[in-house]
């Protein structure tokens, strides 16, 4: 009799378990609120580099890692250029500003200065992408074919490979740099407990891959 009641309270809890996994795995599937879209990445994108921008002392804008490395504010202006460029892009323009002018440009030589116009670069380019009734349209990025969406996402790389290189510069300057946003906001509250992720199918197929014998 006691052999019996243990394996029907094993097996409740068996069916309870299943359900818990087959319930999460249906609210994963219905309630997918990880953003994975171009303005969700370029807004997150926005503050993240404005945190690196806010993060460098003014007086460490001109620093150099190495004589043949361009200076802090230069890669930022760089950085903000090129977002200009790809919005002109995928508006089937071009933006022809001269670098180097740019970087001796007077109203772009303070702290303040250089945080506005980057800023600027990308509220420019999610207006951009916002307004665009196709972005399956095919356009040119500079020689090339490809589409609009292509382009942003060429763009969003492009800012991803400068601000990467910013850790650095604040680092020899003695700045801790920001806590990172990448992939996406890890302070949005989660949509389920670590308990239930770890009940959910796609934790139980999780393989070891580095690690494994």
């Known amino acids: 009799m006691k052999k019996i009641f243990i394996i029907t309270i094993s097996s409740l809890i068996s069916a309870a378990i299943s359900a818990q996994i087959k319930q999460t795995n249906e609210n994963l599937d219905n309630d997918a609120t990880l953003p994975?879209?171009?303005?969700?990445?370029y807004k997150r994108a926005k503050e993240f580099t404005l945190s690196y921008l806010e993060a460098m002392p003014e007086e460490h804008y001109s620093f150099q890692p190495t004589?043949?490395?361009?200076?802090f504010k230069n890669e930022a202006i760089h950085l903000g250029l090129v977002n200009y460029r790809y919005a002109a892009m995928i508006a089937g323009s071009y933006d022809a500003?001269?670098?180097?002018r740019l970087y001796n440009l007077p109203s772009l030589?303070?702290?303040e200065q250089v945080i506005k116009w980057v800023k600027k670069s990308y509220e420019i380019m999610i207006n951009q992408i916002e307004g665009e009734e196709n972005l399956?349209?095919?356009t040119y990025y500079y020689r090339w074919n490809c589409s609009k969406r292509c382009l942003a996402r060429k763009g969003f790389e492009h800012?991803?490979?400068?601000?990467?290189k910013w850790a650095v510069y604040l680092r020899l300057?003695?700045?801790?740099?920001?806590?990172e946003?990448?992939?996406w906001d890890w302070s949005k509250p989660k949509d389920i407990s670590k308990k239930e992720w770890k009940a959910t199918e796609n934790y139980q197929q999780y393989q070891r891959i580095i690690d494994s014998e």
């Open 36 to 41: 994975c879209d171009l303005i969700s990445d």
């Open 67 to 71: 004589p043949d490395i361009i200076s």
């Open 97 to 100: 500003s001269d670098m180097k």
């Open 109 to 111: 030589q303070s702290k």
């Open 136 to 138: 399956e349209e095919n």
């Open 159 to 164: 800012q991803s490979h400068h601000r990467g």
């Open 173 to 179: 300057v003695d700045v801790k740099p920001p806590t």
């Open 181 to 183: 946003r990448l992939v």
